[in-house]
């Protein structure tokens, strides 16, 4: 059973940054892929970013390209995404989740485990 922590949330202003911490425990972390979700109220949880075991392979949404970047550190059990130029529409809960299947595609049905989120708010 694998354990996932959230950190770095927070609240911003417009064009700031913040850097989103996913503590793993609990099991071998570099077997699993580790994607950033992300929702707000009354809409779908969104994927965000993901990276492959290894750190191979990434995965960004349009909305966040060339802003966000994720990386992890295995031998730490932790995955970042390192958030720039934040806008008011990246308002959201924050999840950190994770998957055995070995794909940065990430869908809400292959993930195995997730964190219990973080806030970020943005003001503008």
């Known amino acids: 059973q694998v354990q996932l922590v959230e950190s770095g949330g927070g609240l911003v202003q417009a064009g700031g940054s913040l850097r989103l911490s996913c503590a793993a425990s609990?099991?071998?972390?570099?077997?699993?892929?580790v994607g950033w979700f992300r929702q707000t109220p009354g809409k779908e949880r969104e994927r965000v970013a993901a990276i492959s075991r290894g750190g191979g392979s990434t995965y960004y949404a349009d909305s966040v390209k060339a802003r966000f970047s994720i990386s992890r550190d295995n031998a730490k059990n932790t995955v970042y995404l390192q958030m720039n130029s934040l806008k008011p529409e990246d308002t959201a809960v924050y999840y950190c989740a994770a998957g055995r299947q070995n794909s940065v595609a990430m869908s809400l049905s292959s993930i195995d485990y997730w964190g219990q989120g973080t806030q970020v708010t943005v003001s503008s």
């Open positions: 609990g099991g071998t972390f570099g077997r699993y892929a």
